[in-house]
């Protein structure tokens, strides 16, 4: 298989980006095809669907290990499920799937899609698209049980930033920020006060440490590109 776009996203590392697709709309995306693929007639009818899928390639993570079981965060990183039962990027084949709110096609200067609650690093291969079918793909009588809720967001007053750094970044940074922050991205095992966090999201570098109670933002710089 070869991609047929690449995925722009505002995630430069793996570190922080939602665990799942659809649960941070603020973080927005770009499809862009590649020049074979760079055609209207391409997409042509998908102005009619909401949603989309979008097959991608985790052309970040490590090579298979052959190990047949993983730990995943939702139950705190210290219980083994089997790689078919989860989510894992680490999988015998590298495939993702994530499903996005279709914002905008643009077909000037190139083809690209414009989405939203995407769940992946920039760069990503994509491998195919696919219009989302509410009517055979939402199943509300199936059952998740340990994965059957979206993750606990962290209310808004227990996520602390102070003034001087809050003032140095527009609204729509400060909500993609604070949508992420809320799921907490730090490794769930981890439970050191004194412990200093980072990652990238978009132009910005993070800081932050964390208790029980809150989250405090302790530094917000540009990224050096």
């Known amino acids: 298989m070869s991609p047929i776009a690449t995925l722009r996203t505002p995630f430069p590392e793996k570190f922080g980006i939602p665990r799942q697709s659809g649960i941070v709309e603020a973080a927005h995306g770009r499809v862009e095809f590649l020049p074979e693929f760079d055609r209207p007639d391409f997409v042509r009818g998908l102005e009619s669907f909401s949603h989309i899928w979008l ?9 298979w290990d052959g190990k047949s ?9 210290n219980e083994r499920l089997g790689i078919f ?5 680490n ?17 000037e200067p190139k ?9 992946a690093v920039d760069g ?7 219009p989302y079918l509410p009517w055979c793909e939402s199943r509300p009588e199936a059952r998740a049980e340990w994965a059957g809720e979206a993750p606990r967001l962290l209310p808004t007053d227990q996520l602390v930033c102070p003034a001087e750094l809050r003032e140095k970044i ?10 992420l922050l809320r ?11 004194d412990r200093t966090y980072g990652m990238s999201i978009g132009k910005w570098n993070v800081r932050w440490r964390c208790d029980a109670e809150r989250i405090q933002i302790t530094e917000l710089t540009m990224r050096e590109t």
């Open 55 to 63: 097959v991608t390639l985790f052309h970040q993570s490590p090579p």
């Open 69 to 77: 079981t993983v730990r995943p965060p939702r139950l705190g990183g």
């Open 85 to 89: 039962a989860t989510r894992s990027p």
């Open 91 to 107: 999988r015998p084949n590298p495939i993702g799937l994530s499903l996005v709110r279709l914002v905008n096609i643009e077909h």
């Open 111 to 119: 083809l690209a899609l414009e989405v939203s609650g995407i769940d």
């Open 124 to 130: 990503t291969p994509v491998l195919d698209i696919k």
């Open 170 to 179: 527009g609204p729509a940074d400060w909500n993609l920020i604070t949508e």
């Open 183 to 193: 799921l907490q991205p730090q490794p769930a095992y981890q439970h050191d006060p």
